[in-house]
């Protein structure tokens, strides 16, 4: 089996001197406390080597072509060391350093998908399997018979299949799909060694204008809340007049009250998260650790359901029945459709103009927290992102709500 505790460094090997007083730079691998060292047939002085990151020191004579070779050996390093953990090799210095010196082979485009969705399929990850098959069968549609290697993606190919799904009645938010799992599979194939940065079509920030870059692609709507006197009308609504729609009108307002809970998360919650007086689970998404104080209202949902279903809070999913991750997803898709329906009808209802849907619960209570004057950082947390900017991207789309809002007072 393959033993983990391995560790690779580039390093100034300061025990040897060249003839021009410099030393040799060399890859150390370390496992098992023992240490093997390879030359990478560079060299330098130690006031030109920084030890800390590894590379030359920016003042050095050739540091950019040189800690681009550096950058080159690291990331093979790190594929073959993925390799030993992929294939379960028992680790040795002879397989590291002769996979090291190994060329790759050009990789099939669809080859490669095929290998990440098998991939996705060992680890349970039902999601992310099913966004890399329809990527991958769309690109099977847009290449034909014709044989792609992952080194034969540039920006006009990228450009290509942006217009071969446009043309074929692709949203601009199903394109960005495509294409940004595209991107996340060359990336994979870029960290694996199968390709090499220089050869990166996608650009890396939205003013790389030489690379291709997904900022073009518009995502539809910004995200939109509902008005403080709608939200009201929706908390007053009595669903006893039309019972098919309790069930889904308890859980928007539960998502509302319970700092915008995904509806999948709802879905996924069971009594094992909640105690004194708070829920805490892992969000599905980024499986940041959430924290909620059961106030009042939350309460007083939880108890409408208390005992009605087994294992999980809510009666959505069965644990006799959805027992696996596929299951369990495609009964969360269909019961989400049902629950946009309903709040359509509560809409009708109450004569509410703004389409709602189950993510509204989530834009209507982080618009609560913005109107309140609550910071970036603690809406951030409530809400669970994965950092400050994702937090600050998303109510830079809500803000315009804001400006509206004011307007409406003139």
């Not at 590379?55 to 030993?84: G, H, I, M, Q, Y």
């Not at 090499?196 to 790389?208: K, T």
Request: charged share 25%.
């Amino acid at each position: 089996m393959f033993q983990p505790k391995v560790s690779v460094k580039a390093i100034l090997y300061i025990h040897k001197t060249l003839k021009d007083g410099s030393h040799p730079v060399m890859l150390q691998v370390i496992h098992n406390r023992r240490v093997k060292r390879k030359s990478l047939e560079l060299s330098s002085y130690p006031d030109d080597w920084d030890e800390t990151l590894e590379c030359f020191k920016s003042t050095a004579k050739n540091s950019r072509p040189n800690n681009k070779t550096l950058a080159a050996v690291k990331t093979k390093a790190e594929a073959t060391l993925d390799w030993f953990r992929v294939n379960k090799i028992p680790f040795t210095y002879e397989k590291f350093f002769h996979q090291m010196g190994k060329t790759p082979k050009p990789k099939n485009l669809i080859g490669w998908f095929d290998e990440l969705i098998s991939g996705f399929e060992r680890q349970g990850k039902v999601g992310n399997r099913r966004v890399y098959v329809e990527t991958k069968n769309a690109l099977k549609r847009f290449v034909g018979k014709k044989e792609v290697l992952l080194q034969d993606i540039d920006f006009a190919f990228l450009k290509g299949f942006e217009e071969f799904l446009r043309i074929n009645g692709n949203s601009d938010s199903t394109i960005h799909i495509r294409i940004r799992t595209l991107r996340a599979a060359y990336y994979r194939a870029l960290n694996s060694g199968l390709v090499s940065e220089e050869d990166c079509p996608f650009a890396r920030s939205p003013y790389d204008r030489s690379r291709y870059s997904l900022s073009s692609l518009k995502l539809g709507t910004n995200p939109r809340a509902l008005s403080i006197i709608d939200i009201e009308l929706i908390k007053r609504f009595d669903a006893s007049s039309e019972p098919k729609l309790k069930l889904w009108h308890s859980l928007f307002l539960f998502s509302y009250y319970a700092h915008g809970m995904s509806f999948s998360d709802i879905s996924l919650l069971t009594y094992e998260s909640i105690h004194d007086g708070r829920i805490l689970y892992r969000r599905k998404k980024g499986h940041q650790l959430i924290s909620i104080n059961i106030t009042e209202p939350i309460k007083q949902i939880l108890n409408q359901f208390e005992g009605k279903s087994e294992g999980y809070v809510f009666p959505i999913l069965d644990p006799t029945i959805h027992t696996t991750e596929q299951s369990k997803l495609d009964r969360v898709k269909k019961c989400r459709a049902q629950m946009n329906k309903a709040m359509c009808r509560i809409r009708n209802i109450l004569g509410i103009k703004q389409p709602i849907t189950s993510y509204t619960a989530r834009h209507t209570y982080a618009m609560a927290l913005r109107r309140s004057g609550i910071s970036d950082e603690v809406i951030s947390t409530n809400l669970g992102h994965s950092n400050l900017l994702v937090t600050r991207h998303y109510l830079s789309q809500l803000d315009h709500q804001v400006y509206d809002e004011a307007n409406e007072v003139l």
